[in-house]
């Protein structure tokens, strides 16, 4: 409950109603003035309040109208700068600032930057595909530039954005109060057109949203007058006129037919939109190395288009592409070149970006509008194609009818004005000596009354008459407009009895409304076919490389390498190992918490720096360090092999833990690329953790060493082959508090294990020395004075890939 200050006592249901009763009209009592308290459920007063807010988001500002297709903001634009400024299409430009503070001041109270931005958003030619205001200055680009404040632009309406509003004057549309009463202004704009699809609106709301692409006019123009023609059609019928979107910079809509009908059909979904491209023209030579991207995706900007691009040259992930300029301007339009290198196919190299970069693009589709709903308000709704143009046909019905409606009563207005001059004239003298004869105009009006049959209207117009027009020219000018007008009169009478006629006026307007501001599609139609299957092979070099892994987890690519000190690594780090592999295959990154991590080689950034953490490139747990690491190139890893007795095959990971479990696993499981969330390859319990991970060898035996001290020397062939993720069986039976640091496997007699102790000291112990047992013991004490620290690597060999190159 909200906050309340608590009674003294408790009082009756009649005395508070009296104490209420008894208090003044401001609220307060009359004796001491405290203000009265009422108890409210917080739950259902914010319910309430944020329903209220959530209702005037999506009626006042955020969702379109789907009879003139504006938003309340660009309404009252384009209302002021036609009404209040008379900024028509022959108009003088006015600055901007004006505009937006008219806009703000008398009819639209928020933020005057929210109304510049809608503004300049109807002026831009690759935002709406007809403009509907003609602005003079910088009002943004389509390279993504914002446009200059509004006291450095100016504006002024376009020729079609008057189609919305030149029947305001015929009382087509009704009038609502301001914010303040001041003044009104319309509910909706009479608009001649359904400018909703024409222009698209995009819009979020609280729950709702709005994303309607542009159309073409001469096509939705084409699918009103078959829906005035024909009841009863369907989506798939108007899909004839309407080929799809079309979009003010082009693009090719690459949507099959039959989910386009599902998106038009439903009032939602995705499309699918790419830019096109072409080879490089000069004269009549056609270069084979430059491509022109000359139209491109809905809402793109083509300069983060051409930083896209420009980072895939940068980075080397498209070898074939060798430069990406953009020569984008007025007069040459959308112009972005690449430059490829000679012999290589353009396809490919397209089929690259649209992959990616924003050049394809997915169109959501959302159809939500605001609908009325009989009772003057307008109530949000996801429409299907029939809905949307039924909804302005009827509409527009509406409006047409209202408007002849008008002028029938301003011509007989007309009309009767017309009569009362055509009864005087009849009478001329008489109406004249009764002037001359009168007292004054109101003494004149009641003789002319009485001698005629004329009302107060006809009476008033006579004599206000000028006396030129009382010549038998003027007089036969005004019987032959009196005429003129009883034939329109009744023309108009004839429209407005038959609603057949009606529509045919409908259908006529739409014609030559069409007639004057239709143009050519923009947006070319494709089909699902055009999209080329890719395959990431396809655009990687092959190149023999080094994978260098540190302590902390940080990667890098590095070609050539003369010693393992020479390369950077970032303070308090170490190398871990340097893994040898080509650009086309994948390396196996093997954490302590039990995953492994894989991808592709040509995937690692080549630096000469720190090179790139593993986290960025996949989700590794908190304090989770990277064991070993391992590329699938077969020059150093075999190739999967089938084992008799094996469900598995080989080669196997060898895998002990912290807590002396040990496992064999097969390799083939994790050579694929995996996702960021990597593979489990080891099981373990809580506390847990992998200290050793090592590709078996033709080792028979191995050593487990532990900080204690302590050796376990046993056979490999003990350790069990696990046909997926577990925890494995006992290596070495632990104290509880020892651990295992790691192992070694052991093929030669040379071969040993290189453990430091507490006192920093190396510490060697050979095979010979210590006899091999089962696995599942607890090892040889070594010392009962020092405990080890860390298990010694063995120093890391470099690949001679000179050598091995010219072997190959």
């Not at 008894?22 to 319910?47: F, K, L």
């Not at 819009?203 to 939705?220: D, R």
């Not at 009362?420 to 009641?446: M, P, T, Y």
């Not at 598995?648 to 690329?673: C, D, E, H, N, W």
Request: aromatic share 6%.
């Amino acid at each position: 409950m909200a906050p309340k200050r608590t009674p003294k006592r408790k009082q009756s249901k009649k005395a508070v109603a009296a104490k209420s009763k008894g208090s003044n009209s401001n609220g307060s009592n009359g004796s001491n003035g405290a203000d009265r308290i009422e108890y409210v459920s917080i739950s259902q007063e914010t319910r309430r309040r944020y329903l209220n807010y959530a209702m005037s988001v999506i009626t006042a500002r955020a969702l379109p109208d789907i009879r003139d297709g504006l938003k309340p903001v660009q309404r009252r634009i384009l209302y002021v700068m036609f009404n209040g400024l008379r900024l028509t299409f022959d108009a003088k430009h006015r600055k901007c600032s004006k505009i937006c503070g008219d806009t703000t001041g008398n009819f639209h109270p928020h933020g005057d930057v929210a109304v510049y931005e809608a503004l300049c958003r109807m002026a831009q030619d690759f935002s709406l595909r007809k403009p509907l205001i003609d602005g003079q200055g910088n009002f943004g680009s389509m390279m993504g530039l914002p446009a200059a404040a509004s006291r450095y632009t100016e504006a002024r309406l376009t020729t079609i954005a008057a189609e919305l509003m030149s029947e305001l004057r015929y009382q087509t549309v009704d009038m609502r109060p301001t914010y303040d009463a001041v003044t009104e202004e319309p509910v909706v704009l009479p608009a001649r057109y359904p400018n909703l699809l024409v222009n698209g609106a995009h819009g979020i709301a609280v729950g709702m949203m709005t994303n309607i692409p542009p159309h073409n006019l001469g096509e939705v123009v084409s699918a009103c007058i078959h829906m005035i023609d024909h009841s009863n059609v369907t989506v798939a019928q108007l899909l004839r006129y309407i080929k799809g979107p079309d979009f003010p910079l082009g693009g090719r809509l690459i949507t099959d037919r039959r989910s386009m009908r599902k998106v038009y059909e439903e009032g939602r979904g995705s499309l699918k939109v790419r830019g096109e491209w072409k080879q490089d023209r000069q004269g009549r030579k056609t270069l084979a190395n430059q491509l022109v991207i000359y139209s491109m995706p809905y809402s793109v900007e083509s300069g983060n288009l051409v930083n896209e691009i420009g980072s895939v040259v940068q980075n080397r992930k498209l070898p074939q592409l060798l430069d990406v300029v953009d020569e984008t301007s007025d007069d040459n339009g959308l112009r972005i070149v690449l430059e490829i290198k000679p012999g290589a196919d353009p396809e490919a190299v397209m089929a690259y970006l649209y992959k990616h970069t924003s050049l394809e693009q997915n169109f959501n589709f959302n159809s939500t509008s605001l609908i009325p709903d009989g009772h003057g308000l307008t109530v949000p709704a996801r429409l299907n194609l029939v809905e949307m143009l039924q909804h302005f046909l009827d509409f527009r019905f509406i409006t047409v009818r209202r408007r002849f409606e008008y002028l029938l009563e301003q011509l007989r207005k007309r009309i009767h004005i017309l009569e009362g001059f055509e009864i005087v004239f009849n009478g001329l003298d008489k109406a004249l000596k009764i002037i001359r004869n009168s007292q004054g105009k109101q003494d004149a009006a009641q003789k002319l009354m009485r001698a005629f049959p004329l009302d107060e209207i006809q009476t008033d117009a006579i004599l206000v008459m000028q006396l030129y027009k009382i010549s038998t020219l003027e007089i036969d000018n005004i019987l032959e407009e009196l005429a003129e007008k009883r034939a329109e009169a009744k023309r108009i009478e004839r429209i407005l009895k038959s609603d057949k006629r009606l529509w045919g006026v409908v259908k006529n307007e739409l014609k030559e409304l069409a007639d004057e501001y239709a143009d050519k599609r923009r947006t070319s139609i494709g089909s699902t076919d055009e999209i080329a299957e890719f395959d990431p092979e396809a655009y990687i070099v092959r190149e023999n490389a080094n994978v260098v892994v540190t302590q902390d987890g940080w990667i890098k690519r590095v070609g050539r390498m003369a010693k393992v000190e020479s390369t950077r690594v970032r303070e308090g780090d170490a190398v871990l190992n340097v893994v040898p592999g080509s650009t086309l295959d994948q390396m196996i990154f093997f954490s302590s918490e039990g995953v492994a991590y894989t991808m592709r080689i040509d995937g690692i950034p080549a630096s000469a720096g720190y090179g790139d953490p593993l986290g960025k490139h996949f989700r590794l747990g908190d304090g989770a360090k990277i064991v070993a690491a391992l590329s699938t190139d077969v020059r150093f890893v075999p190739q999967d092999k089938k084992k008799r007795g094996q469900a598995t095959p080989a080669p196997y990971l060898l895998v002990a833990t912290a807590k002396g479990q040990v496992l064999r696993i097969s390799l083939s499981t994790f050579r694929a690329i995996s996702t960021k969330a990597g593979r489990k390859f080891c099981r373990l319990s809580k506390g847990d953790r992998v200290v050793f991970v090592e590709l078996a060898t033709e080792a028979e035996t191995m050593f487990l060493a532990t900080k204690s001290a302590r050796i376990l020397h046993f056979p490999i062939e003990e350790v069990p082959i696990l046909g997926g993720p577990g925890k494995g069986v006992r290596g070495i039976k632990l104290q509880d508090d020892d651990e295992v640091l790691g192992g070694v496997q052991l093929i030669a007699a040379r071969d040993c294990l290189r453990v430091k102790n507490e006192h920093d000291k190396l510490l060697t112990f050979g095979q010979m020395k210590y006899n091999v047992t089962s696995r599942g013991g607890k090892g040889v004490k070594t010392s009962h004075r020092t405990d080890f620290v860390e298990i010694v690597r063995p120093h890391i060999e470099l690949v001679d890939w000179t050598a091995m190159e010219e072997s190959e």
